[in-house]
């Protein structure tokens, strides 16, 4: 079946630049997304990509995506404390459900 | 998201005891789904419902049951919970009209199983 896999754990600097990693292996993934979860909180959609594209912007978040490898990272600029939270990459396959990996935990430090 | 609630917010029980989970939507989605989460296994799914009348197994029902009251609810059951049932649950939504098939989830029903 389909996997998605993320490192548990990110530690930056306030102010640098959070890149958050996601490898997944559905070939036929139409759609990729992230979402974002706060402390006692659901998840919240940041940015989804379409599976043609390798690139897109949302001011601080940019999207990259490489089919080939299939390989999608969340690049978050200026990270600042309000950043803090876990970070979910997912995919949308051939059934259109969304497979989720296990989960970022951002931490910005001061 | 405010439009997709879900009661209670937090539940104890007991093992044997039954649970069911309610969710309610106000975005007028067809689709909607039932999530559990446990630390470092991310989201996986139970149930999900493309309408009224369509009911579909997720990765994990065994011991979950759904009913699909209208289109803007979609409950969730334990018939005899069990402690290894102890997760956060989510309800989550979306628009077969969306081609993105964005997901929009409630905040989250934490349930602990004594």
């Known amino acids: 079946g389909e996997d998605v896999e993320q490192s548990l754990f990110l530690s930056v600097r306030e102010g640098d630049s959070s890149v958050i990693n996601c490898t997944y292996t559905?070939?036929?993934?139409?759609?990729l997304y992230w979402y974002k979860q706060e402390p006692g909180a659901g998840l919240q959609l940041l940015t989804y990509i379409f599976s043609n594209m390798d690139m897109k912007q949302d001011q601080r978040l940019t999207v990259l995506l490489n089919k080939k490898d299939k390989h999608l990272s969340l690049r978050i600029a200026d990270t600042q404390t309000g950043d803090s939270a876990i970070y979910f990459c997912a995919e949308a396959g051939s059934a259109r459900q969304l497979t989720f990996g296990s989960g970022t935990q951002l931490t910005v430090l001061p | 998201d405010a439009d997709v609630t879900q009661t209670p917010r937090n539940r104890i029980t007991k093992t044997g005891k039954r649970i069911m989970l309610e969710c309610s939507q106000t975005?007028?989605?067809?689709?909607m789904y039932w999530y559990r989460q446990d630390p470092g296994l991310g989201l996986r799914l139970i149930y999900y419902?493309?309408?009224?009348?369509?009911?579909n197994k997720g990765e994990i029902s065994d011991g979950y049951s759904v009913s699909r009251q209208a289109q803007a609810k979609f409950s969730l059951s334990l018939e005899s919970a069990i402690p290894n049932q102890t997760a956060l649950y989510f309800c989550a939504t979306s628009d077969l009209r969306r081609g993105a098939n964005e997901q929009f989830f409630g905040p989250g029903t934490r349930l602990t199983v004594l």
């Open positions: 559905d070939s036929s993934s139409t759609y």
């Open positions: 419902s493309f309408d009224v009348k369509d009911i």
């Open positions: 975005k007028g989605h067809d689709r």
